[in-house]
């Protein structure tokens, strides 16, 4: 059984940053494709970003590329995404989500993830 547990999430201006956190419990975390989704109020959960289990894929969505990146520290069992230059369109709850089928992908869908975190809300501030 897989848990993740998001944080890090908060109130920062336009322009600012922030830096979101997932925690797995499980037993093969190094094994784990991971994605980070959000979904804002009235909208669908949409992809973010996403990456494999050694770090070498990585995909992010359009809107976020060159502003956010996705990492993760396998001896932590912690993925990270650093969000920058945040605008208005990006508040959200951002979710990190786990497939724990040891792939060496990355996967855009969220189908494709069996565990999902408890969300952790980002709001800017214009």
């Known amino acids: 059984q897989v848990q993740l547990v998001d944080s890090g999430g908060g109130l920062v201006q336009a322009g600012g940053s922030l830096r979101l956190s997932c925690a797995a419990s499980g037993p093969s975390f190094r094994n784990y494709a991971m994605g980070w989704f959000r979904q804002a109020p009235g909208k669908e959960r949409e992809f973010v970003a996403a990456i494999n289990w050694s770090g070498r894929r990585i995909i992010y969505a359009d809107s976020v590329k060159g502003r956010f990146t996705i990492s993760r520290n396998n001896a932590k069992n912690t993925v990270y995404l650093q969000m920058n230059s945040l605008k208005p369109e990006d508040p959200a709850v951002y979710y990190c989500?786990?497939?724990?089928?040891?792939?060496?992908?990355?996967?855009?869908?969220?189908?494709?993830?069996?565990?999902w975190g408890q969300g952790t809300q980002v709001t800017v501030s214009s």
């Open positions: 989500a786990a497939d724990s089928r040891s792939s060496s992908s990355a996967y855009v869908s969220d189908l494709k993830y069996g565990y």
